[in-house]
């Protein structure tokens, strides 16, 4: 009997899921080689592809395929479901980024050229080696960038992006209308704590800029074994620039290759023995892990196993969800505000080719808040950044903001209402952010959201929303109240804008009153 269970276990919950791993990093892989190495088909940033997509598709696919067999098991702890749930996505995510790595070098060619200039003569590939060349160290192109990083843009990460560029001669590049055929990229970077006060930040950049001045004055750029052409990346972009302002620069010459100091052969480094670690260690985790399950009979005899693993209703549960943002009486401003936020986002993701973080540069094409282009004439940037969104989690969170404040709010309202109340609160926000920061790009619809939670909360607080009736909508807003405004306090997010939003939608709350006004139990003194 014990045996009978245990083989059972292994046909429902270990072999599938085995082989389910094996054929996402083999089928993944193979299609990255397909598309974007092989025949090159599209051209995407390489974060996306060697770590973002393997890292989020395994949620999608495992939500219809393992899902339903953990179903089938018995766990006596509420959230133990979804713990598996989280270990298979990363044994699934794990050696699939580190193959996109590994595919990356092994796959890629080294190519001997006698010159630069055989470039024009070569098909592209990844790697190259040079005979003969100039790396121009006076001609350079420069670009700087200073962006927050960390978890609640706690630091500053400073960047200093050199292009020089490559002839094939010394004696070419003092010709008249000299125009580089490639670029070679050197990078500084330092990072501080984005909570020190403005003049220790501009005096820590100087210092880095200086010391960069001298590291680079000291480089060698001609002590390189071979070069790295590199792909679509935030690197890339930075580095590409630099080299635009250079006066040597043309646009037809986009190839920007990086120094390697090592040999040829070890490119690989130990990324194909990991790959083989992980999957034998995901396959012993996964194998006692499965053997620790116990077997839910009552279900295992309720119906046919062949229905309860059918992906039917994991596709009804997936219908209903997407079903909640369709427009309806009632709610029909909210899902357009909803849908206007995430199209403008992925048109923003897919022209610039980021999509976990945004560079300032698009947001700024894009129509961001700016005090100095504000006082410029263009003023439309005080509504139009209430539309975009810096990267991916920065959306997701304003969306669930956005989604839970109307679902509760556009009834009491009404559609046009709550889109005067929206728009008026994403304007003082606006507002408020070039008032209060002098040369702060701001983005995001949080400002206009805090309006919508500052309504609610001033309809709560004079009675019009009993509390008791309401506790979903309040711990909520609690929520989301708190961790904008506790995020602000960090650094790296536009407090002046929260609180302008929030203030405006406090007002507008107690001017305003719901279309259908509940009991006023439990009234509170204003």
């Not at 427009?327 to 610039?352: D, E, K, Q």
Request: net charge positive.
């Amino acid at each position: 009997m014990r045996v009978a269970l245990v083989l059972k276990k292994l046909q429902l919950i270990y072999v599938p899921f085995i082989l389910l791993c094996l054929s996402y990093v083999s089928g993944y892989s193979l299609l990255h080689w397909l598309l974007l190495i092989k025949f090159q088909l599209l051209s995407i940033d390489e974060s996306i592809i060697n770590f973002w997509l393997p890292l989020i598709l395994p949620w999608t696919l495992l939500f219809f395929y393992l899902r339903p067999r953990l179903k089938l098991f018995r766990f006596t702890k509420s959230n133990s479901r979804f713990i598996y749930f989280v270990i298979a996505v990363l044994l699934l995510a794990v050696p699939t980024i580190v193959a996109q790595e590994y595919l990356n070098s092994a796959t890629g060619k080294l190519t001997q050229l006698e010159s630069i200039n055989g470039l024009l003569h070569q098909p592209q590939t990844k790697y190259y080696q040079l005979n003969q060349f100039y790396i121009d160290k006076k001609h350079i192109g420069v670009q700087r960038n200073i962006e927050p990083i960390g978890k609640g843009n706690s630091e500053l990460r400073m960047s200093l992006y050199i292009a020089m560029p490559i002839f094939a001669k010394r004696n070419e590049s003092w010709r008249v209308g000299a125009k580089a055929l490639a670029w070679y990229g050197k990078v500084y970077e330092k990072t501080i704590s984005n909570r020190l006060e403005p003049q220790e930040k501009e005096a820590l950049f100087q210092e880095f800029i200086h010391h960069s001045q001298q590291a680079f004055n000291a480089f060698k750029p001609d002590e390189f074994v071979y070069l790295d052409r590199i792909g679509p990346s935030t690197r890339y972009t930075q580095l590409l620039s630099a080299a635009q302002k250079s006066s040597v620069y043309f646009e037809g010459y986009q190839t920007v290759l990086m120094p390697v100091n090592q040999p040829f052969e070890a490119r690989n480094g130990h990324k194909l023995a990991w790959i083989i670690a992980w999957l034998s260690f995901g396959a012993i985790l996964w194998l006692l892990m499965s053997l620790m399950l116990k077997l839910d009979e009552t279900k295992l005899a309720s119906k046919p196993l062949a229905t309860q693993l059918s992906m039917a209703k994991p596709m009804a549960e997936l219908y209903g969800f997407l079903a909640e943002f369709k427009p309806r009486p009632g709610f029909v401003i909210t899902p357009i505000l909803l849908y206007i936020n995430a199209l403008i986002f992925m048109l923003m993701a897919f022209a610039s080719q980021h999509f976990i973080a945004l560079p300032n540069s698009v947001l700024l094409d894009w129509g961001a808040n700016l005090r100095q282009l504000v006082l410029e004439q263009q003023v439309w940037r005080l509504i139009s950044n209430m539309f975009l969104h810096g990267g991916l989690m920065h959306l997701v969170f304003n969306l669930y903001g956005l989604f839970f404040a109307g679902m509760f709010l556009e009834p009491l309202l009404g559609k046009w209402r709550l889109l005067g109340v929206y728009l008026c609160c994403g304007l003082v926000a606006s507002m408020a952010s070039i008032g209060w920061y002098e040369a702060t790009i701001s983005i995001g619809a949080s400002g206009a959201i805090m309006g919508l939670f500052g309504v609610l909360m001033m309809w709560i607080w004079l009675g019009l929303l009993p509390l008791a009736d309401n506790m979903p909508l309040a711990l909520n807003l609690t929520l989301f109240v708190t961790v904008s405004l506790v995020m602000g306090l960090l650094g790296g997010v536009d407090n002046a804008a929260h609180l302008g939003g929030l203030g405006c939608g406090l007002l507008l709350g107690s001017l305003l009153r719901p279309n259908k006004v509940q009991p006023q139990a439990n009234k509170k003194p204003r």
